[in-house]
Structure formats: structure tokens, C-alpha cells
């Protein structure tokens, strides 16, 4: 690994640990503040982009997809097909195949609301073209979907939840970092790290 991938890694952390540790304090002290949260995950999601880190969400994607081949072929088998093929191409062949039958399908349409919903498809993608890297993401073997990471978000939290447990906002940030470090499965090439530094 070389240095400027060590600096980009370290940097996710730092920015990452400053977004838990602002989200946990909002949390212990009963507030919510949506601008605070958002403009630290905006952040650190500008950040991730540069790195080519960033993945749009899978079933969101296909939300889309399906929702478009719906309006194009309605509630079908050929539209589940089509969507389902899209989707296929996504993972496995990449964008370029998903918006080439985008265009072959929008040709066949006469319906400007059909065409319309084709172009809100194909503008959603190519505006996160570089979220949709689903062939490469899978080649790595890193989950395209936030189903994991939101699973393991609520189980996390059960450490601190449990009755009688009443927590300060600093050590209820190192709690869940060190369970995060465990589950993740990383505990054990942190302290070796940290032993060897």
C-alpha cells in the first residue's frame, strides 16, 4: 500500500470518527440536528467520491429500473425481465450496457410520459455514474446494497441499550467504535498496528 492510499485511508477514518462522535453527542443530548449530521455525511461522502469509494445503493437503483420499466411495459413479465436484464448488466457488464438498452427502448416508445420516465432513469444514473460501479465493487467484495451496514448500525447500538446503561457522549463513541472494531473484524489488525507503532 502505498503512502497516498494510507493518507486517503486515514483520512476516511478521521472524518468517519468526527461524524460518529457529532451524531452520538446530538444523540445523548436529545437533539436531532438534520444540517449538523448531514453536512458531516456530506463530507465524508465528497470524500469517499474522490477516493471512487462511494456506491449507490443497489436496491435503490433497482427501485428505479423497475419503476420505469413498469411506466414503459407495464405491470408485466416483460417488464420484470427487462428490469431484471438492466440490473444483471449493471452488475456484471457495467453502465454502458444498462444505457444502450435505456436508448433502444426509448426509441420503440411513442408516449412522451413513457419516454419521459425513460430519460429520469437514464439522467438518475448518469448524474451517479460513478456510484454505479457495481461490477468492480462486487470484484472486491464489497456489498452493493446498505442492508449490512443498516442491520449492523442497529445491532451495534444494543451494547449501549441495555437497562440501567446511561452513558456520556465520549465514552458512548469509544464503545461503539471498539465494538464496530470487533464485528468488523478488524480488532486484531488495529492492535498490531497499534502495538507496532
Known sequence: MGDGSRDSEWRVREISQELTRDCYQLMMQGKVDAHAVSSQAGRLCQYLLTLGAMLLDFYHLSQHVYDAA???????????????????????????????AIDLLMKKLRSEAKRKSLRLLRDYIVQRIRMVDYRTALAKGWDIGSGPTEAMCKNLTLRLKRTGMK???????????????????????????????
Open 167 to 197: 452513558w456520556d457522549p465520549d465514552h458512548a463513541a469509544a464503545m461503539m467504535n471498539l465494538t464496530a472494531l470487533y464485528e468488523s473484524g478488524q480488532a486484531k489488525a488495529y492492535w498490531n498496528a497499534r502495538a507496532a507503532a
Open 70 to 100: 413498469k411506466c414503459c411495459l407495464g405491470d408485466t413479465p416483460a417488464a420484470h425481465e427487462w428490469a431484471r436484464d438492466r440490473l444483471n448488466e449493471f452488475k456484471e457488464l457495467g453502465v454502458t450496457p444498462p444505457l444502450a
